[in-house]
């Protein structure tokens, strides 16, 4: 079956611009997560989702930061007045139920470089 | 705040040899440990889960947990170049749902 699938796979904004990330789970899937990951460094987390709600947003750095998941299915992570330090790997991972001892596939992030 | 810790490599070993890989955690509540693959570009694959102290054998991967260490390992056996990836040590801290929190990775190299 298909993979988590992120769109699109690169993006290069301008500082102050706005973005919107996509990201469409497998099927069935019913917890999603949003990391960001930069250069050297593992995937950090920012925000996930169970079902349609924010269960933990605990991960967002800052009121710039937002993300949607409408029908409980593909979110979309906004960033408002993007910075250059947000220029990352932003990689979205979805699992059955999000209990602890789930997988979580993840798709091929989308690279934000912010000029 | 909730740390995993790993040694950045480059970790080296020659092709066939045992790469040992080490990983140590700072919430001593923490329920679920996973190890993954992530070759260059890529997104993480998962290689492996343990929940539990002891080993986990999966072919020629075998995950070591020790809770009261707060330590977690992964050996790959019989090492081949297409092994050569970072491997991300990943913590879940709580009981329940959970988020991953991830080490930097290590980076292996496989050498023919």
């Known amino acids: 079956g298909a993979g988590v699938s992120q769109t699109p796979s690169n993006k290069v904004t301008e500082k102050g611009k706005y973005v919107e990330l996509r990201c469409d789970p497998i099927s069935g899937h019913t917890a999603l997560y949003w990391y960001r990951q930069s250069l050297g460094q593992g995937p950090e987390f920012l925000i996930y989702?169970?079902?349609?709600?924010?269960?933990?947003d605990s991960g967002l750095p800052n009121d710039r930061f937002f993300a949607v998941r409408p029908e409980g299915s593909v979110s979309t992570l906004k960033i408002q007045r993007t910075e250059r330090g947000d220029s990352a790997v932003y990689l979205c991972a979805s699992s059955v139920t999000g209990a602890r001892t789930d997988t979580q596939y993840f798709g091929p992030g989308t690279r934000l470089t912010v000029l | 705040q909730k740390e995993v810790e790993q040694n950045s490599g480059p970790l080296s070993v020659p092709e066939g040899a045992i790469a040992s890989l080490n990983c140590t955690y700072s919430?001593?509540?923490?329920?679920?440990f996973f190890w993954y693959r992530q070759y260059s570009g890529k997104s993480p694959e998962l290689i492996m889960s343990i929940y539990s102290n002891g080993d986990k054998e999966d072919g020629r991967f075998t995950a070591q947990l020790n809770k009261a260490s707060q330590y977690v390992s992964l050996l790959i056996r019989d090492s081949q170049p297409s092994d050569s990836a970072t491997y991300l040590c990943?913590?879940?801290?709580?009981?329940?749902?959970?988020?991953?929190?991830f080490g930097k990775g290590t980076r292996l190299s496989v050498i023919a």
């Open positions: 990943a913590v879940s801290p709580y009981s329940g749902n959970t988020p991953l929190v």
């Open positions: 919430d001593r509540g923490s329920q679920s």
């Open positions: 989702f169970q079902g349609t709600g924010a269960a933990d």
